[in-house]
């Protein structure tokens, strides 16, 4: 879960997400996340043609930026917008969910890049549309 800095949110009214760690970490749904640096402070690192290549930040011309990260487990994408909803960025700001991507040391990633390209550019998790149908029947069933 990225947090990003969006000039097009709600005025930040103290939103630091202590009571949202704490609810997270005492449901077992977050595992860790930490704030991050500004922009300014980036360092991009590039290897071509066997030189590495180092430069200093900021590299987008942008007025969000990632200010944040979380890692979060939840049972699907429902679950996960639930999550999101309640971290004090969501008003001020933006939460990018992105599942994960199994990652193997042994695999052959060569094989697998061409195995899951018929996945890249194709979404697999459920549409807005249906995650926000479901989170209004949580909410009926709850109320």
């Avoid at 290897?47 to 944040?68: Q, T």
């Amino acid at each position: 879960m990225s947090v990003v800095v969006d000039p097009t949110g709600e005025p930040d009214e103290g939103g630091y997400p202590t009571e949202w760690v704490r609810e997270m970490d005492g449901r077992g749904a977050r595992h860790f996340g930490e704030p991050l640096r500004p922009p300014a402070d980036t360092t991009g690192v590039r290897r071509r043609n066997g030189e590495v290549i180092v430069s200093d930040g900021p590299f987008a011309e942008s007025k969000e930026w990632i200010a944040g990260f979380d890692l979060i487990e939840a049972a699907d994408l429902v679950e996960a917008v639930e999550i999101a909803a309640k971290h004090p960025m969501a008003r001020s700001g933006l939460i990018e969910l992105r599942p994960l991507w199994p990652f193997a040391l042994d695999d052959d990633h060569f094989a697998r890049f061409e195995r899951e390209a018929a996945e890249r550019g194709r979404r697999s998790e459920p549409s807005s549309d249906e995650v926000l149908a479901a989170l209004a029947s949580l909410t009926e069933a709850a109320g």
